[in-house]
């Protein structure tokens, strides 16, 4: 089966400042996405950004930003302009096309933002 | 539009009682997913489906059963509730796709006591 690692249980960062949550991820797979979700306390899980695997181009959506490096299996995701409303949890994930579709969650970061 | 609906929010078990965590859908995605989430140990899946009818075992199945007999509804049942399966546990559905992400309903908090 597919590991997903994120090996930072806890982040800060100032606000307005900028951070990065680190990814790795192990698959024999070409095929596959990548996904980061936001969970704040809501436990409410919301997509953040997606990558597909075949695309160089690193995905990007307004503040929220990856560094996709295909043959190191690294996954990182940039918030830019820290704000207040960033704090939550952040699951890196992998969803494999070999194993039914499945999802492949990491630990998890959780992200503290100081005002 | 409602998008994944799971019931109860929040429930107490008794060890030993059983029950059923509901989870419905009305986007007509196929796929369908249990996780449960305990702290710092990410989202484990328990049991997921590809379509009505079929269903297949995660990676922690043992003490819950599934069934799916339509495309919108993936019900979790908990047989003799232990206190090891006090966690959070989340429904998703996705559409066929590896590019299609996963839409997650609100959690249920479970407690075996």
């Known amino acids: 089966a597919q590991t997903v690692t994120q090996s930072q249980p806890e982040m800060s960062v100032q606000e307005a400042e900028t951070v990065t949550l680190s990814c790795t991820y192990d698959?024999?797979?070409?095929?596959?996405?990548l996904f980061w979700y936001k969970q704040p306390p809501s436990r409410q899980m919301i997509l953040v950004i997606r990558?597909?695997?075949?695309?160089?181009q690193n995905a990007t959506e307004n503040r929220f930003s990856v560094n996709f490096q295909k043959a190191a299996k690294s996954f990182s995701l940039k918030i830019s302009d820290s704000q207040l409303g960033d704090a939550a949890m952040y699951f890196c994930?992998?969803?494999?096309?070999?194993?039914?579709?499945?999802?492949?969650f990491g630990t998890g970061t959780s992200l503290t933002v100081i005002p | 539009n409602a998008g994944v609906t799971q019931t109860p929010k929040f429930r107490i078990l008794k060890i030993g009682q059983s029950m059923t965590l509901q989870c419905t859908q009305d986007?007509?995605?196929?796929?369908m997913y249990w996780y449960r989430q305990d702290p710092g140990m990410g989202l484990k899946l328990i049991y997921y489906?590809?379509?009505?009818?079929?269903?297949d075992k995660g990676e922690v199945p043992n003490g819950y059963n599934v069934s799916r007999s339509t495309t919108e509804d993936f019900p979790l049942r908990l047989e003799l509730a232990a206190p090891s399966q006090t966690s959070v546990y989340f429904c998703?559905?996705?559409?066929f796709g590896t590019g299609r992400e996963a839409f997650f309903g609100q959690g249920t908090r479970l407690t075996v006591v």
């Open positions: 986007m007509n995605h196929n796929y």
């Open positions: 698959t024999s797979e070409s095929d596959y996405y």
């Open positions: 998703a559905s996705s559409y």
């Open positions: 994930a992998y969803r494999s096309v070999s194993t039914g579709n499945q999802f492949y």
């Open positions: 990558q597909e695997a075949y695309k160089q």
């Open positions: 489906s590809v379509g009505a009818g079929i269903t």
